[in-house]
């Protein structure tokens, strides 16, 4: 599991990219002082090892419609994998999360409306070897995982925010 071995390079790369991976290969390479070819190189590296699992949109799940937002913990009886494999396949179902702690499982779901969140809650209460569930209806994002940037790149205190 732990931490891959990257070097400066790659370190900054995947900093870049999470800050965002919008703009061409051009610009970004531009912005590291590098040339693109070596950039894409890097990058296909980069994702052939899994580092970078892909790229995507940070949206706004609320002002998407989806207004009832919530953290499910589950708490289950039996094959826990099996259980978060079918909780996983839930079309509402963000993240599911293996935890240690009171429950076994936490998963975010998001929904339109009361009805679609409420059948979500059922199905998962539904699932062979659910022992129960305990819902926490987010009221607002504070901060959510778009919102996180790994340092990884060591900084001097003079380049420092």
């Known amino acids: 599991m732990g931490g891959e071995s990257l070097d400066e390079l790659d370190k900054r790369i995947v900093e870049e990219l999470c800050i965002s991976s919008q703009?061409?290969?051009r610009q970004i390479a531009k912005r590291l002082g590098i040339h693109p070819t070596t950039l894409i190189q890097r990058v296909k590296g980069l994702?052939?090892?899994?580092?970078?699992r892909g790229y995507r949109a940070n949206v706004d799940y609320l002002k998407l419609?989806?207004?009832?937002?919530?953290i499910v913990h589950v708490y289950v009886e039996g094959d826990l994998l099996d259980v978060q494999r079918r909780i996983k396949?839930?079309?509402n179902v963000v993240a599911?999360?293996?935890v240690t702690g009171e429950c076994d499982s936490i998963a975010w779901v998001v929904c339109k409306n009361?009805?679609?969140?409420?059948?979500v809650i059922k199905r998962m209460l539904a699932l062979p070897g659910?022992?129960?569930t305990n819902t926490y209806v987010v009221l607002n994002v504070i901060k959510d995982s778009y919102d996180?940037?790994?340092?990884l790149v060591e900084r001097g205190p003079e380049n420092r925010s």
Do not use: L, N, Q, T
């Open 89 to 91: 396949e839930i079309d």
């Open 65 to 70: 419609g989806y207004e009832f937002m919530a």
């Open 148 to 151: 996180f940037i790994p340092e």
């Open 114 to 119: 009361r009805d679609e969140f409420s059948g």
């Open 23 to 25: 703009g061409s290969y």
């Open 96 to 98: 599911v999360f293996d």
């Open 47 to 52: 994702e052939e090892r899994g580092i970078i």
């Open 130 to 132: 659910v022992k129960k």
